[in-house]
């Protein structure tokens, strides 16, 4: 039988297997896999992971770095009909065992036995291990029939009291999220696309589910912190068709482009872009330069990982008037989207309110923590059917009337108030982003002695003589006192996580005046 939109993943990359056994499903520095080899192999790991009593609801840490074996582990770990956890290797081993204790997980995959031992080591956890290097299973056992509302995977996210928060995702949703992008970026078995987030980054999934559902080939880069211009030769060489990176990392790309023009790659013909709000001048210019469309993506880890996209047409993108940040834009279909006031009222286009979501996206909810589960995911007033839930985004938007595009604001904590002036963030970064040599920036405000003031730390552009007093002159001169940061850091990269967000815990002290 053929699959549909609401097959769980796995069983349509099985099926993908039994298409087209010999095309290849993953690239790697390691080695390529074809989609036979692909499908034995999980077996194989799905054979040892059930032996050892891993089921469904069960989550296993997926103990390999990007590349064949993290691609192997995480079908294997769904072909037993079981869970991956997915996590920072690079994290430290008080984080890792925080995470294992917080999901109970007693299973692991990895590439070999050192491997495995050093995952115990480091999580303090006697776990049964099944290994991603074995070449096929020893019986014919089909991958597991997966219910649509079984667990996925579960990924962490941070959490504002500190304590990070294991986001639970089921496979309705992640189905319904693999069919729709497939769709969207219009992927095929001839595509080659780009595997670059961090494997403990649901973006990866993104990357990675919609092109075997389709029969395309996801090809991993063995360091995903080389320069926009470092990559090129790779996606040239490797005929990548589609790539999907943070919108800082693409940012940055669009000024070194603009500063040194240059064709891209070929066969690259579409851009996605997300984790981050972008500019609406770099999109002009990257479109003006003729390079390939951009599709601009929002979601959160409770939404399973993208929940509206931005594609706007030449005219469209002619009607901005400056540099605003690029629309939220529509919700994709199954995601329903409401602006809603403190009352839990719809605001009216253009003014101001909350952004929630509801629909096929949802997550299930926190991991373990139904307190936590019941204070975001809540009653959802306005759905056809009982019961249903919404997601608390805690972003501030606004629907821009005519069009009905949801416009991004800033967090609903991104609002303070520097000398009398109510002042966005996100505002003072596009100031600060402005000026030619600066390629990424964050602006926060901070405690001084006499009131709160905005520090701004920014990233220039490699051997610029820029300094932070010429960015301030720079800046007083073309904007108001109270949007212009009191102290700039200049770096020469902004600390980031694996998926490209900002690490605040990362930036150096500013020195106040």
């Not at 790697?28 to 040892?48: K, N």
């Not at 070929?266 to 999109?283: E, K």
């Not at 399973?304 to 706007?312: D, F, G, L, W």
């Not at 901005?320 to 940040?325: N, Q, R, V, W």
């Amino acid at each position: 039988m053929s699959p549909t939109e609401t097959t769980p993943v796995p069983l349509r990359i099985a099926h993908r297997a039994g298409l087209t056994p010999g095309a290849t499903a993953v690239r790697a520095p390691e080695g390529e896999l074809t989609y036979r080899q692909f499908d034995r192999r999980a077996r194989a790991v799905a054979e040892e992971l059930r032996a050892a009593g891993a089921g469904p609801e069960d989550t296993v840490l997926l103990g390999a770095r990007r590349g064949l074996h993290w691609a192997v582990g995480l079908l294997g770990i769904w072909y037993a009909g079981a869970a991956p956890l997915l996590v920072d290797l690079d994290a430290p081993d008080e984080r890792l065992r925080t995470l294992l204790r917080a999901t109970g997980t007693r299973y692991a995959v990895a590439p070999d036995t050192h491997a495995a031992a050093m995952l115990q080591r480091r999580t303090g956890s006697e776990l049964f291990w099944a290994s991603t290097t074995t070449a096929a299973p020893t019986s014919a056992a089909p991958p597991a029939d997966i219910a649509p509302g079984a667990l996925a995977y579960v990924l962490f996210t941070s959490g504002s009291t500190g304590r990070p928060k294991p986001v639970a995702v089921g496979h309705a949703g992640l189905a319904a999220q693999a069919a729709t992008l497939a769709e969207r970026y219009g992927l095929t078995g001839q595509d080659a696309v780009l595997q670059f987030a961090a494997p403990a980054f649901d973006v990866s999934l993104e990357e990675a589910l919609p092109t075997w559902c389709t029969g395309g080939a996801a090809v991993f880069v063995k360091d995903n912190v080389l320069s926009p211009a470092e990559l090129e030769p790779f996606l040239a060489a490797e005929r990548i068709s589609v790539v999907n990176l943070p919108t800082p990392y693409w940012s940055q790309w669009a000024k070194d482009l603009e500063r040194a023009p240059r064709p891209l790659p070929s066969a690259l013909r579409r851009v996605v872009i997300g984790s981050d709000a972008g500019r609406t001048a770099a999109l002009t210019r990257w479109t003006a330069a003729g390079h390939p469309p951009v599709i601009s993506c929002y979601g959160l880890t409770e939404s399973t990982i993208t929940a509206t996209s931005y594609e706007p047409a030449p005219a469209e993108l002619a009607r901005f008037t400056g540099d605003e940040l690029i629309p939220l834009g529509e919700p994709l279909p199954g995601v329903r989207a409401y602006v809603l006031d403190e009352e839990l009222r719809e605001a009216p286009p253009g003014a101001a309110g909350e952004l929630y979501l509801a629909g096929s996206c949802l997550a299930r909810g926190y991991h373990g923590r139904p307190g936590l589960t019941s204070e975001r995911f809540v009653a959802d007033p306005f759905a056809d059917t009982p019961g249903e839930r919404m997601y608390r985004t805690g972003d501030r938007v606004t629907r821009a009337p005519g069009s009905g595009s949801l416009v991004f604001l800033g967090r609903a904590d991104d609002q303070v108030k520097i000398r009398g002036h109510r002042v966005e963030l996100k505002e003072a970064e596009a100031v600060v982003a402005a000026h030619p040599d600066v390629v990424d920036v964050v602006v926060r405000a901070v405690a001084a002695a006499d009131g709160p003031q905005l520090a701004a730390w920014a990233a220039v552009t490699a051997g610029s003589p820029l300094t932070p007093e010429e960015l301030r002159r720079h800046l007083l001169a073309r904007t108001p006192r109270y949007l212009v940061p009191a102290v700039v850091t200049l770096m020469e990269r902004l600390p980031r996580t694996p998926g490209g967000k900002l690490d605040p815990k990362a930036l150096p002290a500013p020195a106040l005046r």
